[in-house]
Structure formats: C-alpha cells, structure tokens
Nanobody, 127 residues
Framework: QVQLIESGGGLVQAGGSLRLSCVAS????????LAWFRHPGKEREFVAGM???????HFADSVKGRFTVSRDDGKNTVTLQMNNLKPEDTAVYHC?????????????????????WGQGTQVTVSS
C-alpha cells in the first residue's frame, strides 16, 4: 500500500511559479512510475509523468516548456515545478503512482494505469 500526500499549492499571479511536492509512504517507491494529473473540471487530465527508472519523462502539450518533474527516491518524493503559470492551469493537482513494472522506461499517461492517488492540492492562477 502506498499513501501519497501533496503540498505546495496556492494562489499565484499569471506568470508566477509554484512547486508542488508529493511525499509517499512505502518501501518500494523507487519501483513506481509517477505522475501528476489535474482536475479542472469533471475529468482528470494528465500533466506530467516519469518512468520508474527516472530516465524518461512526458508532458502534456499545454505545459511543455513550462513544467518540469523530478523524483528523489531517497526521500520518496516527486516534485512538479511549474513556471510561467497561466489562468488555465487553475485546478486541483494530484500525484499518482503506478505499480506497473513491465518496462522501466514507460511513462503512463492514463488515469486507469495508476493505482494510488493523493488527495490533491489546489492551484489557482489569477490573471
């Protein structure tokens, strides 16, 4: 079982930056693929993800060049650095962990591919 707890959300003006962190419990954190999703409306949408090896990342087109994702397996933490924020980035952001281990290089982008979810942290970007 893995528990995920996000932090770092808040209110920021357009053009500003925020850093979201997600701390996980569990000894096998290093074998989980990780991702961030956001929930602006009824459906969750993929934002950024990283393979369990840490070598591969993938970003939604809407955040490419503005967001980066990183992991620190020693601290069981995954971080989403968000720069040049826009009002359309406003959402609840969730981190997620996938126990799929078929490939150490795969970045999973679909909600159903993730087993564990955090409660979410609100990000609000004002214009």
């Amino acid at each position: 079982q893995v528990q995920l707890i996000e932090s770092g959300g808040g209110l920021v003006q357009a053009g500003g930056s925020l850093r979201l962190s997600c701390v996980a419990s569990g000894r096998t954190f290093s074998t989980y693929a990780l991702a961030w999703f956001r929930h602006p409306g009824k459906e969750r949408e993929f934002v950024a993800g990283m393979s369990w090896s840490g070598t591969n990342t993938h970003f939604a087109d809407s955040v490419k060049g503005r967001f980066t994702v990183s992991r620190d397996d020693g601290k069981n933490t995954v971080t989403l650095q968000m720069n040049n924020l826009k009002p359309e980035d406003t959402a609840v952001y969730h981190c997620a962990a996938s126990s799929r281990s078929s490939s150490p290089f795969t970045v999973y982008t679909r909600v159903q591919e993730y087993d564990y979810w955090g409660q979410g942290t609100q990000v609000t970007v004002s214009s």
